[in-house]
């Protein structure tokens, strides 16, 4: 009786490949610098109200990050385990996951409440919320650190 072992080494460069990508690069997420009216871009607009200059400050960013705490950790675990299976960058899952909390953070109507002549003008009482173009702004991108 013979037995014959063959060396097929493409699943396993494969699978280091994978591991590589988990780990290079860093996810950031913010405001992309699209046109907005009034003179200023999203990007810019955002980063009034994010810090309160000149306006109440209403953190969207921070603000998500602090609420979620441990939860970007184990989601970040979680993506690294998908990609590592085979599944999408750990990066586009947790961008795609930080942009969206991030976008619902806005809609959740963030304090403090609007001035009165702000929502007749507007026409509702969300703040963050008139055209959209904060919201549809907010993206991530992978940097190498």
């Known amino acids: 009786m013979s037995v014959a072992i063959r060396d097929d080494r493409r699943a396993y460069d494969a699978f280091l490949e994978r ?19 009034r003179g200023k871009n999203a990007a810019e607009i ?35 385990r998908e990609a590592l ?5 750990w990066q586009e899952a947790f961008g795609e996951y930080a942009v969206c909390g991030v976008r619902q953070n806005i809609r959740t109507n963030l304090p ?20 959209e173009i904060l919201i549809k702004a907010i993206t991530w991108e992978v940097v190498e650190k």
Request: hydrophobic content about 35%; glycine content about 14%; proline content about 8%.
């Open 19 to 37: 591991v590589k990508s988990v780990r290079s690069g860093a996810v950031e997420v913010g405001v992309a610098p699209v046109p907005h009216g």
């Open 46 to 80: 955002g980063l009034i109200h994010e810090y309160g200059l000149g306006v109440p400050q209403r953190s969207f960013l921070r603000s998500w990050v602090d609420r979620q705490g441990k939860r970007i950790g184990i989601m970040i675990k979680n993506f690294t």
């Open 85 to 89: 299976m085979g599944g999408k960058p």
């Open 112 to 131: 403090p409440p609007l001035a009165e002549e702000t929502i007749e003008r507007k026409g509702h009482d969300l703040a963050l919320v008139d055209t």
